[in-house]
């Protein structure tokens, strides 16, 4: 069984929209629908699988990027709307997508230490458990901005 690369790449970029815990998976009727970024082929597993690692490399929840339906809820948890675009945070997060997967194929395929192939980066990367990436080096979990 051979595994698509862009699956595998997009799949371990930038990880996750929501905590497992309050992910509310598809049901086996529902075809994600408004795929922009991720393959239209993906599968349900595959798709829940990038919105776990979404969810864990920013610390949200499902509601962060997609629309809650307001009164109604499935299995316990809030209705969502995925396909909505009401949310800005998910075209950012799209725009994200495509920024780490240009990143890791146009610089980092091509580039080795020692001889051997870096690996790629991922929304945790620079995220770290966070909506916001660190962009500098005061921004780092445990540092002491008072410092000189």
Known sequence: MRINKKTILIASLCGGMIFMQS????????KATNLKVLPKDISEKELHDVM????????VH?????VKVEGQMEGGHPKMDFAADTKPEKNTA?????????INNDHIS???IDGHKMEEIAC?????????????VDSLPGQNKDRH
Do not use: E, Y
């Open 110 to 112: 091509k580039m080795k």
């Open 23 to 30: 992910f509310v998976p598809l049901q086996h009727n529902d």
């Open 124 to 136: 945790v990367t620079c995220h770290m458990g966070r909506t916001s990436p660190i962009v500098s």
């Open 94 to 102: 799209r725009d994200m997508m495509r920024m780490t997967m240009a």
């Open 62 to 66: 499902c509601d962060f990027c997609h």
């Open 52 to 59: 776990r690692t979404f969810s864990k490399s920013l610390g």
